[in-house]
């Protein structure tokens, strides 16, 4: 008979455990752009709760309303019921990211995680056109439940769901074929299934990849995708849960673009604080489901909004985006400098804003800097089908000074690994 308590905490976790696997430490406290271990190591985090965190660890004025709220017996259930978090989420979002923007969306709450945001994207787009294919890219990835697994362009990730999905058209993304621009495959595509056979009723993509290998589009393509949308009758998704947030630079990162997509699926850091979060923009006229057709438990979290309505006051300026533009910067030309000074890696620079990476075309490479860095105190993930882009997610709150020592410990951690 075996002892269940004598089991050590990762012999009691499912092998599924991976973010554990490749930072074997227990953090404990953590804030702003740093953290600490149990041991009181300290770490630069270069990962941001893989995306949660633009606004930093544990921010002062989120946790003080927070633990107001909660002394004020507040209401905590997640629920969709009227509290006045959500009242003021919902009034905030509306005057400062929505209005200025001049866009007009339908705000609704699909359930806690980025994975529901798109599945009430592709559940929407269903019953608006009745047609039920959806296309989407190459490398993509928008959640692991069943329908956003479908369009998920991972096929390790694809496998875990035992049998095959369907109900799925999988287009090359922008720069996936060298030859000639993706959009052609894209168009023909369109012409054929228009002829009457199986016109998709959305398109979804995230105009940076982020798990996929740090891929950016470029804004002619978005326009061009746009387009073709409208010209078939088709919907527009974008998948901003990871690109979004001001990752980017901007609140949405297809605003340099100026499209307008019909549905944006939003998650991760419109939590603020790492709070479990999800919110669908469906524009009106596409706002068809009646009350309780999209039901959940988990679609109203009391304290998320709490942060999130605090997490939206970087946007009532530029300032905030200013920064992290300036920051962008920062990183790109280090980046390239890496490039250029460690040839061996045969490097590639990718991304947009504060969502950047190496690609390493040298096999297995970029996971021994990954875990190196990790050991020299910087916490950094890979990205990309082969694992092979080392990715760089900060926080957006990161200033300077730790942006540079993160890069220096990366820098060392390349050198070691390549010596
Ligand atoms: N879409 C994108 C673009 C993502 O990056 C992720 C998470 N990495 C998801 C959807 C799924 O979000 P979640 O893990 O919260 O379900």
Request: include cysteine; proline fraction near 4%; hydrophobic fraction near 35%.
């Amino acid at each position: 008979k075996t002892n269940t308590t004598m089991k050590t905490f990762e012999e009691l976790e499912s092998a599924v455990r991976s973010y554990s696997r490749s930072w074997p430490t227990v953090f404990k406290k953590a804030k702003g752009y740093k953290l600490w271990d149990e041991d009181g190591n300290e770490y630069i985090d270069f990962f941001a709760g893989a995306g949660t965190l633009n606004y930093g660890h544990n921010d002062e004025k989120m946790q003080e309303k927070i633990i107001e709220y909660i002394r004020n017996d507040g209401i905590i259930h997640s629920l969709d019921m009227g509290t006045p978090p959500r009242k003021e989420f919902l009034e905030r979002f509306n005057e400062v990211i929505l209005t200025p923007r001049n866009l007009d969306y339908k705000i609704m709450f699909p359930g806690p995680t980025g994975t529901n945001t798109v599945e009430s994207a592709l559940k929407i787009a269903r019953k608006v056109t009745g047609r039920d294919t959806v296309v989407s890219f190459t490398n993509a990835f928008h959640g692991m439940t069943i329908g956003s697994l479908s369009v998920t362009g991972n096929s390790f990730k694809r496998k875990g769901a035992g049998i095959p999905l369907h109900h799925t058209v999988s287009m090359p993304f922008d720069d996936y074929v060298e030859d000639q621009d993706s959009i052609v495959y894209l168009e023909k595509f369109l012409e054929d299934s228009g002829s009457g056979v199986a016109l998709p009723a959305a398109i979804i993509l995230e105009t940076v990849q982020g798990e996929g290998g740090i891929n950016a589009s470029r804004m002619e393509w978005l326009k061009k995708i746009e387009s073709l949308c409208k010209q078939w009758d088709i919907l527009l998704i974008i998948d901003d849960v990871q690109a979004g947030n001001g990752r980017t630079g901007t609140f949405f990162s297809f605003e340099p673009a100026g499209i307008n997509p019909d549905v944006v699926c939003l998650s991760k850091s419109i939590g603020g604080f790492g709070l479990p979060m999800a919110i669908t923009l469906i524009k009106p006229e596409y706002d068809q489901w009646g009350p309780g057709e999209h039901n959940g438990t988990f679609r109203g979290n009391n304290l998320a909004f709490i942060a999130a309505t605090e997490a939206l006051s970087n946007w009532e300026t530029d300032e905030f985006s200013n920064t992290v533009q300036e920051k962008s910067i920062l990183l790109s030309r280090a980046v390239e400098m890496i490039i250029e000074k460690y040839p061996q890696l045969k490097g590639e620079a990718r991304g947009r804003g504060l969502m950047q990476g190496i690609a390493v075309d040298v096999a297995g490479l970029a996971e021994e800097i990954c875990a190196e860095a990790f050991t020299r105190g910087l916490i950094i993930e890979t990205s990309g089908p082969d694992d092979e882009v080392v990715k760089f997610l900060p926080p957006l709150i990161i200033d300077r000074e730790g942006l540079e020592k993160g890069l220096e410990i990366l820098e060392d951690s390349i050198k070691h690994v390549l010596a």
